[in-house]
């Protein structure tokens, strides 16, 4: 099957600092990956997509300078959220596609808590 | 433009009877629909898919979709479920390989003994 590893899978930092989070496919290479976030009880919310290689595109309201999305490798991409603030809790959910296939394959999920 | 609607945010039913979780989407364009379930802290866990191969999709865990063109709909159906289906039901349409999802805004399952 197709694999998709998110790395931290919780993560607490303090307001102010910046996280990184990792998202891998183990045995496919990503032609695309999306970032979601997801609050308590809603639905994902596409933040933005990125292609190996290329500036990720970002979804109207998402601050791109807020969200920093690089997809250095076809297996690789990273999504850090910078200068935290509590606001920006919640649930970071990363999907990839591969070349030809109909179907996203998920992340586990990170839950940032600021304080 | 491509959007997905869930009726029903929240659906119990008793362990054994029959689950019903229903999904209506447009699309300009002949879609791809998915099912997801999302169990507590985790991620999404494909159930099922339609990519205009057999209307009738059945996936893992004993659910299964049929796809009606005519009513839009894509409505996920269990014959009896099974106190492990409580979870977070999320149905997406996306237009093809490599194209972006959009969900729906969930059905959470609660299973009842």
């Known amino acids: 099957g197709a694999v998709v590893s998110q790395h931290p899978s919780r993560v607490i930092c303090k307001s102010g600092t910046s996280v990184k989070i990792e998202c891998r496919s183990l045995d496919f290479q990503a032609t695309t990956m999306f970032w979601y976030r997801q609050f308590p009880k809603q639905s994902l919310m596409l933040m933005a997509t990125s292609n190996e290689g290329s500036k990720a595109t970002y979804e109207q309201g998402v601050e791109k300078d807020k969200f920093l999305i690089n997809h250095a490798s076809l297996t690789l991409s990273t999504l850090t959220v910078t200068s935290a603030h509590p606001e920006d809790s919640s649930f970071y959910i990363c999907?990839?596609?591969?070349?030809?296939?109909?179907?996203?394959?998920f992340g586990q999920g990170t839950r940032l808590t600021v304080v | 433009a491509q959007s997905v609607t869930q009726l029903g945010s929240h659906v119990s039913v008793s362990e054994g009877a029959l689950v019903l979780l229903r999904c209506n989407y447009s699309s300009s364009v002949p879609p791809y629909l998915f099912w997801y379930v999302q169990y507590p802290n985790q991620g999404l866990q494909l159930l099922l898919k339609?990519?205009?191969?057999?209307?009738l999709v059945k996936g893992i865990n004993g659910f299964e979709a049929e796809f009606k063109k005519s009513e839009t709909s894509f409505h996920l159906t269990k014959p009896s479920a099974h106190m492990s289906d409580a979870a977070e039901y999320f149905c997406a349409v996306s237009e093809g390989s490599g194209n972006q999802f959009y969900f729906g805004t969930g059905t959470s399952l609660t299973v009842i003994p």
């Open positions: 999907s990839a596609t591969r070349d030809k296939a109909t179907e996203a394959f």
């Open positions: 339609y990519t205009s191969a057999a209307t």
